[in-house]
């Protein structure tokens, strides 16, 4: 079993900043990429951030020069680094890893961290 444990999710004013994690847990042999999803009120969900396990990013155009993902392998940890926050910065953000265990390869998923940005 693997469990993805988010936090740093808040109510901030535009302009501001937040920082999210995201922790893996459990029967875990070795994760591949990890990631930041988000979804609005009313809209389907849509990638944020990736990176592999080398440590290769990759961006959404509209969070690029804003947003930072990184991660520690020895912590299973995945970051997001979120500054000049706009109101359309506002969602439901879940995290994403590509968990390999002794049984199989699949994709987990976090339960969802909400970031307000208020104008």
């Known amino acids: 079993q693997v469990q993805l444990v988010e936090s740093g999710g808040g109510l901030v004013q535009a302009g501001g900043s937040l920082r999210l994690s995201c922790a893996a847990s459990?029967?875990?042999?070795?994760?591949?990429?990890m990631g930041w999803y988000r979804q609005a009120p009313g809209k389907s969900r849509e990638l944020v951030a990736t990176?592999?396990?080398?440590?290769?990013?990759n961006y959404a155009d509209s969070v690029k020069g804003r947003f930072t993902i990184s991660r520690d392998n020895a912590k299973n940890t995945v970051y997001l680094q979120m500054n000049s926050l706009k109101p359309e910065d506002t969602a439901v953000y879940y995290c994403d890893a590509q968990v390999l265990t002794t049984w199989d390869t699949r994709d987990y998923w976090g339960q969802g961290t909400q970031v307000t940005v208020s104008s």
């Open positions: 990176i592999t396990n080398g440590g290769s990013a």
């Open positions: 459990g029967s875990i042999f070795s994760i591949n990429a």
